[in-house]
């Protein structure tokens, strides 16, 4: 019988729920449940918001552990670099355990039984894992330096850029490895940190954050970009206007070491306009060859430029020709002019691009479609990798990317060109 709680039969209130003892259903003796009308209907799917946010958390997620496992991999290899020889003669592949000494005699010990277990289960795919310095974690690798720094010393810059960087990574490990939600700023701070401190590991100069090395690239290869590259053939950047360009990637940086630079727009602007003669003497002075191709001032093409734009008769004209007598007067300083070379080419303009060491694997272009109604700076711009490294699967042959087309497409127009004296 349905009794109401808390009254006798009829005393109930109209709306009130009645509550039935169910025994089947019972969670603790004498425990009542509410009697639902009808079947229950869970959900657990989820809204599309949900979805969104998931994906969000799992792309912040994803790169900075790139960047982490990146680190953890060199710091494991500069720490087995270090301090295997002073210990391994004594010690032999108990080197580790030495090295730990007391104060780290727990973490190691727990290192050696995660090791034990991945080979009672068949966990360690590769027999170079078969070693107990592959089971330290980040902070262990750190402890192990830190103890030991009179060791690393002749060989690391500043121990203590190493560890500021190696703090500010700490944030985004423990969020990374608990699954929670990475803030975007977190995340910014903590590719930061890791490009630095790859950059210290090889003996760099931390003043350069962000840096390649050594390796004289004007844009270091980020490691998710060598993650995902192959996905989208070798653009490496995408900005919706020339402002957004440079703000990440300044002219004077993009040139900075060229052996080459081929440029072909209206007015190569970007370069005339933003990279002073001095500089560009020095460019070229330096060993770099430079080749530039304008859109011949009195040419139909121009014109037809111009009414696309809503500009007057002559209006772009004049900007071409200013830009071309600049360039000329670079080219009387140089001592060999013969690596200066300006054409002009008078086909409807299709696209503003500067290839700099096309010749090389390690070039880097801009390239801007021409728009109906947008001025260059206005336009969408892609920034290309030459020489883009091997896919992960050996299996996927290397294609050529869109740096070799922009390419081909310049020398094409070269071809048909005429010199400026």
Known sequence: MVVPDGGSPGSAARGDAPTALDRGSRTGLGRT??????????????????????????????????????VEQRLRSVVAEVLRPVYEPAHG???????????????????????????????????????LVVFLTLPQLRELMVQH?????????????????????????????????LSENVLAQAER?????????????????????????????????ELIGDRYADVIGVHPDRVRLQRDLPVEDLLAGARRLDAIGIGLSMLCQNFTGRRLIAL?????????????????????????LGLGRGELGKSVETNIMHVRRVRSRLRDAGAF?????????????????????????????????SRGMESPVLVLRGGSGAPLSSARPLEPGLFQVYQDEFEGVWADSRPVS
């Open 284 to 308: 070229a002075d330096s060993g770099c060859r430079i080749r530039l191709l304008f859109l011949n001032p009195a040419s139909s093409a121009l014109r037809r430029r111009e009414r696309e």
């Open 33 to 70: 449940v509410p009697h639902q009308p009808g079947p229950l209907e869970p959900s657990l799917a989820w809204p599309a918001a949900a979805w969104e946010e998931a994906r969000l958390r799992v792309g912040r997620a994803g790169r900075a552990y790139v960047w982490l496992n990146l």
């Open 341 to 373: 070379e300006i054409r002009v080419y008078d086909e409807l303009p299709r696209v503003s691009a500067y290839l700099v060491d096309g010749d090389g694997p390690d070039g880097l272009a801009v390239v801007q479609p021409y728009l109906r109604r």
């Open 149 to 181: 720094w009179p060791c690393f010393e002749p060989f690391l810059a500043d121990r203590r850029d190493i560890e500021v960087a190696l703090d500010e990574l700490e944030v985004a490990r423990h969020v990374v490895s608990r699954n929670r939600t």
């Open 93 to 131: 592949d108990d080197w580790v355990i030495a090295a730990a000494g007391p104060a780290g005699e727990e973490w190691v010990q727990r290192a050696g039984a995660v090791r034990e277990v991945s080979r009672r289960k068949g966990y360690l795919l590769d027999p170079d894992d078969d070693a």
């Open 193 to 225: 940190a890791a490009a630095r401190l790859l950059l210290l590991l090889d003996g760099g100069q931390s003043s350069r954050p962000g840096g390649s090395g050594g390796s004289g690239l004007r844009a270091p290869v980020d490691a998710v970009e």
